[in-house]
């Protein structure tokens, strides 16, 4: 069975850092292109990043390139996303989700496993 865990959210202010982390215990994640979305209060999810099984090729929405990177490390079969410079905009549930292969597109229903989600709150 294909479980994954996201932890790591948490209250910061805007400017600071968290990292997010996706486990995902029974299951090698490493065949798996790894996706984070995010949905905020009243809004549909949003793709945030990628990272793709084999080369790892990352991807990223426009509004969170060069302040987010995404990560994997297989030895720890997770993966993580370090956020930094974080906007109250940031703020939302965060997901991570699978796909076999590689990072094709945001698209929801590209995505066969899915958390259960992580609350990420940007505020002063």
């Known amino acids: 069975q294909v479980q994954l865990v996201e932890s790591g959210g948490d209250l910061v202010q805007p400017g600071g850092s968290l990292t997010l982390s996706c486990a995902g215990p029974?299951?090698?994640?490493?065949?798996?292109?790894i996706a984070w979305f995010r949905q905020a209060p009243g809004r549909e999810h949003e793709g945030v990043s990628c990272?793709?099984?084999?080369?790892?090729?990352?991807y990223y929405t426009n509004s969170v390139q060069g302040r987010f990177t995404i990560s994997r490390d297989n030895a720890k079969n997770t993966v993580y996303l370090q956020m930094n410079s974080l906007k109250p905009e940031d703020t939302g549930v965060y997901y991570c989700?699978?796909?076999?292969?590689?990072?094709?597109?945001?698209?929801?229903?590209?995505?066969?496993?899915w958390g259960q989600g992580t609350q990420v709150s940007v505020s002063s």
């Open positions: 989700a699978a796909r076999g292969g590689y990072c094709r597109s945001f698209r929801v229903s590209e995505y066969d496993y």
């Open positions: 990272i793709s099984s084999g080369d790892g090729t990352t």
């Open positions: 029974g299951f090698a994640l490493d065949y798996y292109a």
